[in-house]
């Protein structure tokens, strides 16, 4: 964990140097945000977040019966080789990175001059990020049953085993939260610094983080290999799309047309330049 404190320090200290050389340049928000739009998304997103928290603690845990019936050879080969897997310290541990990550994209918009003057903006951007990943991997959770790898283990005791904790391993939430705040901080980070040097050390550090994340996860026992690439996918994925999405040059070579006719209503052009 030292070595992750020091890594974020460097980036940091890169950021700064890289803001003292560039005072020149005038400063414009490359994101176009919504009150309506993004509230309606932020509190849809909350919304699902809540009901599928609400179906995860509401799930069953095993019988006795359906313990002892598990068999390692019933997982997927391509997960079969962590079924039984479980560590205390690594469930411990990966709470640290993970907690962390909800931080990082606070401090880079308060440390990086430009993400500082549309701090707001970036916040409801994060928010909105935060609230899909929360949705999607809560809702999958809540819906479906897969058993964690520790269920595996023979070694440990039954009633942990059974517990309703046990049926919660698709997909890596974990997983998904930090990919969702790291990649959110890199892409917001390079949209409001695209000429920055420090650029390519942001993406990797945000690409390490829920690496590590899902790989404390794994060895804890807690997710299959598919249920941690899936999350890091997931969040990965919010993190780039929804900056993007609000990105103002995106929308230039987008036109909407009104139809009148057979059918009416509006058409979408896009017009390749």
């Not at 901080?185 to 390519?200: I, L």
């Not at 997931?234 to 929308?251: D, E, N, Q, Y």
């Amino acid at each position: 964990m030292k070595q992750l404190l020091t890594l974020f320090l460097s980036i940091i200290t890169i950021i700064n140097s890289t803001i003292a050389q560039d005072t020149t340049k005038k400063f414009t928000s490359p994101y176009s945000t919504k009150v309506v739009t993004d509230g309606a998304i932020i509190v849809g997103g909350v919304g699902l977040t809540a009901l599928g928290v609400k179906l995860i603690d509401n799930k069953r845990g095993l019988t006795t019966a359906e313990v002892l019936a598990k068999n390692k050879n019933d997982v997927p080969w391509f997960d079969r080789s962590s079924a039984g897997f479980y560590s205390k310290k690594a469930d411990d541990d990966s709470y640290i990175p993970f907690q962390a990550s909800f931080v990082m994209p606070v401090l880079m918009a308060l440390i990086n001059k430009n993400e500082r003057h549309k701090f707001g903006q970036v916040m409801v951007l994060y928010t909105e990020t935060m609230a899909i990943t929360g949705a999607l991997f809560t809702m999958a959770t809540g819906n479906i049953y897969r058993s964690r790898p520790y269920v595996y283990n023979t070694s440990l005791a039954t009633s942990f085993r059974a517990g309703k904790n046990s049926h919660r391993a698709f997909f890596a939430g974990h997983t998904a939260a930090t990919a969702g705040a790291t990649f959110f901080m890199a892409k917001a980070f390079a949209d409001f610094n695209p000429d920055s040097k420090a650029r390519p050390y942001v993406w990797a550090f945000a690409a390490s983080v829920p690496a590590l994340v899902g790989y404390l996860r794994y060895k804890a026992g807690m997710h299959f290999l598919s249920d941690n690439i899936l999350g890091y996918a997931v969040g990965a994925s919010a993190g780039i799309l929804v900056p993007k999405f609000h990105k103002i040059k995106s929308l230039r070579n987008v036109t909407f047309l009104p139809q009148i006719g057979n059918s009416k209503g509006l058409a979408l052009v896009y017009h390749i330049r």
